[in-house]
Every structure is written in structure tokens, then in C-alpha cells.
């Protein structure tokens, strides 16, 4: 295992505190579109399998915040009329997917949020010391992905680990892409606890630099059993492949991930250092942007 540490799961790195990683409190943001509902769905997945709450946010930017952006276009009286229309609409598109939630046996509660829906939304997740947040990603035309303002932004702005959904939960391919950071090491042991509660197939994904091509590689074997001992977690499941991989993570990680048909991408959102946490941040991006499928970046606390 000694061998195997340094690339899987960093140097000089203290153990993660935890038997398991488990989410307390799910903050999905939702708005009442399709790739929201696929959002409320993975919440809805997730929260049942944690035993987590939920609280779902809905957010509505004021016109004074709208007001710059729409003016030179003509509707910025328009939508200063029809605000409290718009208001109500969020406030029950909020609560009808608590109600949802309720109804599937799951702990939910409505919120409603007045201003940026960024920052809001991620103010929210730091009162509420979320452990994960849900949003839709959507896609584009012919199948694309395409990342809104808010997704975007919160993925930068987010204290927590977020999910952009992107389709149904009940994924059958998972893709978790290890850097050797802890972040990536909980990335892993997510993905290891998400495909053996689906029963999904696994493949874990080393993206090396070119430098390192001749260095030594660990073996599947072995990267899974330094990963489940190092979280102290249960077996690792069958249908686990491990992947060896040298070039550009992202490029890397999103050719695998269409090479897999993968359902579920799961990455970790920081690195070891200064220079590997804004690697991992760009990769991070880049594969939320660019994949096809729902995308878990996993952030430690």
C-alpha cells in the first residue's frame, strides 16, 4: 500500500476523520425546469440513501438586480410588473418539489431566496452547512452540455461538494477520476459507495502527466484496496475496472467518460498544492462544462 499511497492518495496528507462519507443536509436549488427536475430526482436518490434532508431553494433575482442587464433591451418595465408574478411562481415551484420530496419519504423543506441566485444560494449552503448541492445542468441541441449562469457560478462560489445533474440517477456506468489529492480520494470512495448501492459498473481513472508515463503503476487491485483501507470502507464491489491514463486530465477525463457511456462522473475539486488546486479547479470546470452526463466534483469541508 505504500507504493500506491503517494499517487492515489497524496503525500504527506493527514487520514480523512471519517469511517464513511455520508451527506447530512442536501441543498437543491431549484427553479421548475426539466434539467431541475432531473436535480430534484437525484436529490430525492441521494438523501434516501443518506438519510439526509433537503432543503430546496428557489431563487428570483429583484428587478433593481435585473434592472442593468435588461434595460438596453427594452423589458425592464415589463419584468418589474410581473416580479410578484414571478415570485409566486418560485415559491411554489419550491414547494411543490418539498412536497414531492415528502411525498417520497424524504425530509424536505421549502426556501425562498430574493436577489442573486448565486450568491444566495450559496450563502445559503454555508448557513445551513450543506454537504452537498444539487443543481441541473441541461443540455443544449443535439445533446450537448450547456452549463447556465448559475451552475457555473456555483460551482466556483459553492462551500460544498455539488452535483450537476444531467439526466435520471439511476446510473448503471460510473467514471470517478482520482488526481492522488484527498479530495480525489473521497471522490472515489463516493463513486465506490454510489456503484455498490447501484450495483453500477465502476471504472476509476488515473490521469498521469507525461512526465510521469515510466513511473511505476499501481495495479487496479491495489489502488482499491488503498482507498477502501485508507476510509476503512467495505469491499470494494465486483464490477470495478481500474484505467491508467497519461495527457490532459480534462481531455482525458471526458474521453473516458464518452469511451465509458458513463452515467455519473465523479472528480475531486482540489488538489495537493497551489498548483494542483488550480489544475483540479480547470479540470473540475472543464468536465462539467463539457460532459455529457451528470457530474459530482466532491469538495472537502
Not at 507504493?3 to 442536501?26: K, V
Not at 426556501?111 to 444566495?120: A, N
Not at 469491499?235 to 475496472?241: F, I, K, Q, Y
Request: hydrophobic share 45%; aromatic share 4%; net charge neutral.
Amino acid at each position: 500500500m505504500r507504493a500506491i499511497a503517494p499517487l492515489t492518495l497524496g503525500q504527506a496528507e493527514a487520514p480523512l476523520d471519517e469511517t464513511e462519507p455520508r451527506y447530512a443536509c442536501i441543498l437543491l436549488a431549484y427553479d421548475g425546469s426539466p434539467s431541475a427536475d432531473d436535480a430534484l430526482a437525484w436529490a430525492a436518490d441521494l438523501a434516501l440513501a443518506h438519510d439526509a434532508s433537503v432543503i430546496v431553494a428557489s431563487a428570483c433575482p429583484t428587478p433593481a438586480l435585473a434592472g442593468p442587464y435588461v434595460q438596453a433591451y427594452g423589458w425592464y418595465a415589463a419584468l418589474a410588473e410581473n416580479y410578484a408574478e414571478m415570485e409566486a411562481q418560485m415559491r411554489r415551484a419550491s414547494d411543490d418539489a418539498a412536497a414531492t420530496l415528502t411525498q417520497r419519504g424524504v425530509r424536505a423543506t421549502a426556501r425562498f431566496l430574493s436577489g442573486s441566485p448565486t450568491r444566495e444560494i450559496a450563502r445559503l449552503a454555508r448557513e445551513e452547512r450543506a454537504d452537498l448541492l444539487v443543481i441541473g445542468a441541461g443540455k443544449g441541441s443535439h445533446g450537448a452540455a450547456r452549463l447556465g449562469r448559475v451552475a457555473s457560478g456555483l460551482l466556483h462560489q459553492a462551500p460544498c461538494s455539488i452535483l450537476f445533474a444531467r439526466g435520471s440517477p439511476d446510473a448503471r456506468r460510473v467514471l470517478a477520476a482520482t488526481d492522488g489529492s484527498r479530495a480525489s480520494a473521497r471522490a472515489v470512495a463516493l463513486a465506490l459507495r454510489f456503484a455498490s448501492a447501484k450495483h453500477a459498473e465502476l471504472a476509476v481513472l488515473h490521469v498521469l502527466d507525461r512526465a510521469h508515463v515510466g513511473d511505476p503503476q499501481p495495479s487496479r487491485e491495489g489502488l482499491l484496496k488503498a482507498v477502501t483501507e485508507h476510509l476503512h470502507l467495505p469491499e470494494a464491489p465486483s464490477r470495478v475496472r481500474y484505467l491508467m491514463d497519461a495527457g490532459d486530465p480534462p481531455e482525458r477525463i471526458l474521453q473516458h467518460a464518452r469511451d465509458e457511456s458513463a452515467d455519473l462522473v465523479v472528480v475531486g475539486a482540489h488538489g495537493k498544492g497551489l498548483v494542483e488546486r488550480l489544475t483540479i479547479g480547470s479540470t473540475s470546470g472543464k468536465v462539467v462544462q463539457d460532459a455529457s452526463c451528470s457530474v459530482l466534483v466532491v469538495r472537502l469541508a
